[in-house]
């Protein structure tokens, strides 16, 4: 990013792919590239950024915490 974005819904639509690829890998792992942890506060802010993202460019099934109930409700016979 060139410039700081103005508002959230500014931040929001400047995370690329690989931003948002990037959250997800620190989130996971607890620690961001350079190996330093997140703290809780940039833990929430982190998954806030990726749901926020997840809600602007991914489909139902791509989206975190996605639960494919078809599958669910075939094995249970209903």
Do not use: F
Not at 12 to 22: D, F, K, R, V
Not at 43 to 48: G, I, K, T
Request: charged residues 30%.
């Amino acid at each position: 990013m060139s410039e700081a974005p103005d508002n959230l819904q500014a931040l929001l639509a400047s995370i690329t792919p690989e931003i948002h690829q990037n959250l997800k890998r620190a989130v996971e792992l607890g620690r961001w590239e350079n190996g330093e942890r997140l703290s809780p506060e940039q833990v929430e802010l982190c998954l806030q950024a990726i749901i926020a993202y997840d809600e602007m460019h991914l489909s139902a099934e791509e989206k975190v915490g996605y639960i494919d109930r078809s599958k669910i409700k075939n094995k249970s016979g209903h």
